[in-house]
């Protein structure tokens, strides 16, 4: 009997607890009751029953009805609901169509970014080989991916995706590319040996997995696990289970609802209490004028502004190639202090590349990134070309005719038909100025001993037109060492092997996180025409050694510099190996590259040890998604605001977890767009630093709306308030108010969403995450700038007053000042930290210009026009009565630059 189960978990009913890739074949054969010829039909169809399709369960979604209602349930568009039926109370349809058409396009913009995580799934999902090969009754026959059984036998052939998770029984040359599920850019060599029990994901050779690649080489396996219980369905079920964080802003926002409701809730109540039972007024006519102290206080525009606000930094950013999927995405980015990335694909193109060369008697570098054929061959900084070294040509020609790999180029893009380090090997040989195609024309291969794992060398034979014949091989060093006998050298030909001397350079080039190949060559007679293990096994002539590696990407190493100028830290996250992390974070530039912590040392610590070890640490090595996770959630919990960048499989459920998740667009698994907040459509680690400033930017803007609207309604408020608790006239009317809020407050700070960002944007430290919005700057200048709109709303009031006017013009006065001041402190809200008496600030931008003449307009209607005078009782202003409400305006900005001054020499205040 077969119990299903993951990689880690399957077995036998009578050894459950072992795992797959430490048992033998034989083992595993007969653990599944299966053989060479395969399960029968009708076998298979009796475990189909029992175990189920290989394919992913869909978790219950909920209907749209309830994805659309969930929308709502937030305190601010609880109290917009109720700032609608304030309105809608007082007579003005529009008003109240205004509010509920803000409430209803923030539940659209929900609804539309709801049920990522069920995307993400079925993008995983999608990556399940539609067809699979098979032996079943003993002949090979294709069959549905989600047909396939525990005990199945699997045939691999290269391009093929792997159906399911496999135990391989035979494995000729096979290498599978497994970066989706490893991070690791070069294809395993798989074995039929098995491993250690506690072997890490990318070290269990024994076994192939679900969605991953087959490079090259062929392979058959018995299949262990299907469906959910398949690594990439272990992956499946943590993207479910991880929690989605909320972004900076949002949590601020929440708090921020919070606190103005309750402010304003209890300041009613208080009104109310005063008004009916100390005061001995009228319940009517105090609730009224409560009503209107309520209108005054709610914010009814800043939902929209900050809608605005964030749609415009997304357009920004489209523009810089960056897709952004849910709106506060945008300004979180502004906040993060950490961002952990993915190595392959991300800092590095997913492309090996050779970099270096040894030959007997020189050492070169090979510029260039990638597979395209372009870049040159250096010696101590000078460029070289094999006329003048001839042995780098000789080394070259071998690495291009030992070779199974093709490039081609679509659109300006290079690709590899093949193994990707065969593939980098080609673009050596072309940058070394050889025709690989004319090459092989020339000298047509007749016989190859493939890769295996077991002897670790690939070997080709050759004839050219001429009638001559050689074997090229190429391989792991030490292998290939010990199967030559001389080495070719520049000056004199060739001369005896210094063995040492080669393991020594071999090491140098593997301590710079190098994967290093030999390449070695022989003369052969002209009539062989089939190749021989005792053909290469001794008297090879060594040409040299190459190392090859994944390379940063240039921009990448800019974009961490920016970062960290910035003040946020950059740590990579990869599957690959330790030295290779070490030396890619060290051109990279990472700040504490040489301390290296691996998924293993991971597993040994506490949440509280590991907590304290990513502080330290900015390189983790042989990670798998569970280990990317805990560390997204160690940082997290540190207080880190994290951003996590990444393109696999393996990435997903990181991604989810973050604050903010950054995908790759061309390279990245649907998987990892799917779960991210953003995706970067071009691939590029350097547009990650153009979010952050945009993201910075935003935020900025959102602060200065925010300080622009509070002190207007707080302005209002106080002068209600005054009102009521000394039985003064009410100097404005709720309907009056409304009109304020919801024209010239909201037109006006609109325009502040389309600020430019401050010079020194990215010489800041993040903001704290858990900043609130109500800062102590931004409380101290809601109220003293309350303060003067009260002061500025009341004298003019009982200015006009004084004068004679009658009660409808009085207000309609006070309603001007109110709007001259929020005019002349837009000018002094534009630049928080420097002065606005400046030619620059005084003379704004288009958007700034544009607001103050639409609100200029809109208010000369609101005076001058009849109509308006049936909606808000309205009177026309003399020429001297608008002069001296225009004279309020400089004052204001007058007292709110020495404020500035102020409070610059007082950082408490900030």
């Avoid at 105090?286 to 914010?299: D, E, Q, R, T």
Wanted: charged content about 20%.
């Amino acid at each position: 009997m077969v119990r299903r189960g993951g990689d880690g978990t399957s077995g036998s009913a009578q050894d459950p607890e072992r795992p797959w890739h430490s048992r033998t074949t034989g083992e595993t054969l007969e653990a599944f009751s299966t053989g060479p010829d395969g399960l029968s039909e009708a076998e298979a169809r009796d475990r189909l029953g029992t175990a189920g399709p290989n394919r992913l369960p869909e978790p219950p979604r909920s209907g749209p009805v309830v994805r659309f209602l969930r929308q709502f349930n937030n305190l601010l568009i609880y109290v917009l609901l109720a700032a609608a039926v304030v309105t809608a109370g007082l007579g003005h349809p529009v008003d109240t169509g205004v509010i509920l058409a803000v409430v209803l396009v923030n539940a659209i913009i929900g609804f539309v970014q709801e049920g990522r995580a069920e995307e993400a799934l079925a993008a995983i999902r999608g990556m399940l080989a539609p067809e699979a090969r098979v032996i079943r009754d003993g002949r090979r026959r294709s069959v549905p991916a989600d047909a396939l059984v525990p005990g199945d036998l699997v045939i691999l052939e290269p391009g093929d995706r792997v159906p399911a998770d496999l135990r391989f029984i035979l494995a000729n040359g096979l290498r599978i590319q497994e970066a989706v599920l490893t991070g690791e850019s070069v294809a395993v060599e798989k074995t039929t040996e098995p491993v250690g029990e506690d072997a890490a994901l990318g070290d269990r050779r024994s076994m192939g997995f679900s969605g991953a690649l087959v490079a090259a080489g062929s392979g058959r396996g018995i299949v262990v696990a299907t469906g959910p219980a398949t690594e990439i369905g272990r992956i499946s079920g943590l993207i479910q289970s991880v929690e989605t964080t909320t972004t900076p802003l949002l949590r601020q926002m929440n708090v921020f609802a919070r606190t103005v409701t309750l402010a304003i809730l209890l300041v009613a109540a208080a009104i109310l209490a005063f008004g009916v039972f100390a005061a001995d007024m009228p319940f009517r006519e105090v609730f009224m004028a409560v009503v209107g102290l309520a209108v005054a206080a709610i914010p009814e525009g800043l939902p929209a502004i900050l809608t605005v606000t964030l749609a415009i930094g997304v357009q920004g950013m489209a523009a810089r190639n960056a897709i952004v999927r849910r709106l506060p995405a945008i300004e979180a980015l502004g906040s993060v202090s950490v961002i952990c990335s993915d190595k392959t694909g991300t800092l590095t193109k997913n492309e090996m590349t050779v970099a270096s060369v040894a030959t007997a008697g020189c050492g070169y570098g090979v510029e260039g990134a990638g597979y395209a054929p372009h870049g040159g061959i250096v010696q101590d900084g000078r460029e070289v070309t094999p006329q003048e070294h001839p042995l780098l040509g000789e080394l070259a020609a071998g690495a291009a005719l030992c070779n199974d790999a093709e490039l081609a180029e679509a659109g300006g893009a290079w690709t590899v038909s093949g193994d990707p380090m065969e593939g980098a090997l080609v673009t050596f040989a072309c940058k070394a100025g050889l025709d690989p195609a004319a090459l092989r024309a020339a000298n047509p291969q007749t016989d190859a001993i493939p890769f295996d794992a077991a002897h670790r060398f690939m070997a080709t034979l050759h004839h050219d037109h001429e009638g001559r014949a050689a074997v090229h091989v190429k391989g792991a060093p030490e292998r290939i060492l010990s199967m030559c006998a001389t080495e070719r050298r520049d000056a004199d030909g060739t001369g005896p092997l210094d063995l040492d001397r080669w393991h020594q350079r071999a090491l140098e080039i593997a301590e710079r996180g190098q994967r290093v190949i030999a390449i070695a060559t022989r003369p052969m007679p002209a009539d062989v025409r089939g190749l021989r293990f005792e053909d290469v096994e001794g008297g090879l002539t060594l040409l040299g050694l190459v190392g090859l590696i994944d390379p940063p990407r240039e921009e990448a190493i800019a974009a961490v510099a920016e970062c960290r100028t910035a003040g946020i830290a950059v740590k990579m996250i990869t599957g690959d190996h330790a030295g290779t992390a070490r030396a890619i974070a060290r051109q990279l530039g990472l700040e504490q590259a040489d301390r290296v912590l691996t998924g293993a040392e991971i597993d040994a610590l506490s949440p509280e040890e590991l907590r304290a070890e990513v502080a330290r640490t900015d390189v983790f090595a042989r990670t798998s998604p569970e280990h990317k996770l805990r560390l997204v959630e160690a940082l997290q919990a540190g207080g880190e605001a994290v951003a996590m960048t990444g393109d696999g499989v393996n990435d997903a459920p990181a991604l989810k977890r973050a604050d903010i998740g950054i995908a790759m667009g061309r390279m990245g698994t649907d998987a990892a767009k799917e779960a991210a907040e953003i995706v970067l459509a071009d691939d590029n680690f350097a547009t990650i630093a153009a979010a952050v400033r945009a993201g910075r930017t935003v935020y900025d803007n959102l602060k200065k709306a925010i300080v622009f609207l509070l002190p207007v309604n707080g302005g209002e408020s106080l002068a209600l308030i005054v009102a009521l608790l000394l039985g003064l006239t009410l100097p404005i009317t709720p309907v009056q108010i409304l009109w304020v809020n919801m024209v010239s407050s909201v037109v006006l700070a609109m325009a502040l969403a389309f600020e430019s960002a401050e010079p020194d944007i990215m010489r800041r430290p993040p903001r704290p995450a858990d900043e609130p919005i109500l800062s102590r700057f931004v409380l101290w200048r809601v109220v003293f700038v309350s303060l003067l709109f009260c002061a500025g709303i009341f004298g003019m009031f009982s200015l006009a007053q004084a004068r004679g006017a009658t009660l409808e013009e009085a207000r309609t006065v006070a309603v001007n000042t109110l709007v001259v001041m929020e005019i002349f402190y837009l000018f002094s809200v534009r630049f928080l930290n420097t002065t606005s008496l400046s030619v620059r600030a005084v003379l704004g931008t288009k958007p700034v210009l544009v607001a103050i003449s639409v609100v200029t307009a809109l208010q000369f209607a609101f005076t001058y026009a009849p109509f308006m005078a049936t909606f808000f009782d309205t009177r026309p202003l003399t020429l001297g009565e608008g002069l001296a409400v225009l004279a309020v305006g400089p004052v204001l900005l007058l007292v709110l630059e020495v404020d500035k001054r102020i409070t610059r020499r007082r950082p408490a205040l900030r």
